[in-house]
């Protein structure tokens, strides 16, 4: 009988006997796995709706919700594992976020974390917003396979165990396949206050899945905790897309790049991401950068 490993392996032969090409074959089992993802994908990538090679899932089971993007990158493995494998590089990817407040990595023999605070779309003082501590772990680093790990215990509203993944392999042509996962659970009152919310000031916010269609063709999206998971879900993955996109910029222009980047790339998803302008954003962000620079 063949075990877990030969399995992958003859699937991944199999795979590429179908004319999908991949810069190697992966090392370990999550790799595989996540090739054999990125080749059932392969039609839904190239005709995806997004404007750019990704597919996003979400599900919510009782009190636990999960979005899941994948996508291609126009950026080489070797790029993609040396930005992204440093904590540090990890608080300018979650500033780029509406509601992060503060980022900043610190590393002891035991641990790396991130001390992160989160609050409103729009400037306040961060003692009015929420920290969040995040612990941040390389799973796997080699030149095949990139897995990071962030994970905290507690969040605001009585949310909890949230979960951020992100898993890459190489592909041909100087490309890479990108997996970001993003999680978290709620307790009873983070659901009464959601529910508020969606009854109220969130109303009118979808997501992106297309639950159905009108009778003239116009789609419906989904709503309520599916609809924030993926909005938020997306705001991340364009928050990475656009700190690998500025990484190659001159260090001192790097940061009005990954903003304007960020912005951007929302703006074409008005429906489920707009929020404010982009003057308002971009002060806001510096504001927040300098407020940063200055207590570290």
């Known amino acids: 009988m063949l075990n877990f490993k030969s399995a992958l392996l003859l699937l991944w032969l199999a795979l590429s006997g179908l004319g999908v090409v991949f810069a190697a ?8 796995l996540l090739l054999a993802k990125y080749t059932s994908l392969a039609g839904r990538l190239q005709q995806s709706p997004f404007q750019r090679p990704l597919h996003l899932d979400s599900t919510e089971s009782g009190n636990d919700i999960k979005g899941d993007i994948y996508a291609v990158v126009e950026y080489p493995f070797d790029t993609v594992n040396a930005r992204l494998n440093d904590p540090d590089n990890w608080c300018d ?21 991130l001390h992160v605070s989160i609050g409103k779309k729009h400037s306040q003082p961060l003692a009015d917003a929420y920290p969040l501590e995040f612990g941040y772990r390389v799973a796997s680093a080699t030149d095949k396979y990139l897995e990071i790990q962030l994970s905290a215990d507690k969040g605001p509203l009585d ?7 992100l898993q890459a392999i190489p592909l041909a042509n100087g490309r890479t396949f990108l997996h970001m996962s993003y999680f978290y659970a709620y307790g009873w009152a983070g659901r009464i206050a959601m529910k508020t919310y969606f009854a109220s000031l969130g109303s009118g916010k979808v997501g992106f899945t297309v639950t159905h269609r009108q009778s003239n063709g116009q789609p419906e999206y989904i709503r309520g905790m599916r609809g924030l998971i993926e909005r938020n879900a997306m705001r991340y993955y364009l928050a990475i897309d656009a700190f690998l996109g500025a990484s190659v910029a001159a260090p001192s222009q790097q940061l009005q790049k990954r903003l304007q980047s960020w912005f951007t790339a ?26 940063q620079r200055a207590l570290q």
């Open 159 to 165: 949310t909890r165990d949230y979960r951020i993944q």
């Open 25 to 32: 074959a992966p090392e370990s089992s999550s790799g595989a």
């Open 93 to 113: 990817v979650l500033s780029l976020h509406l509601n992060t407040k503060y980022c900043h990595a610190a590393s002891d023999n035991a641990k790396t974390m």
């Open 266 to 291: 929302t703006e074409r998803y008005p429906r489920q991401l707009h929020e404010i302008e982009r003057t308002a954003y971009i002060d806001m962000k510096l504001s927040e950068y300098l407020r």
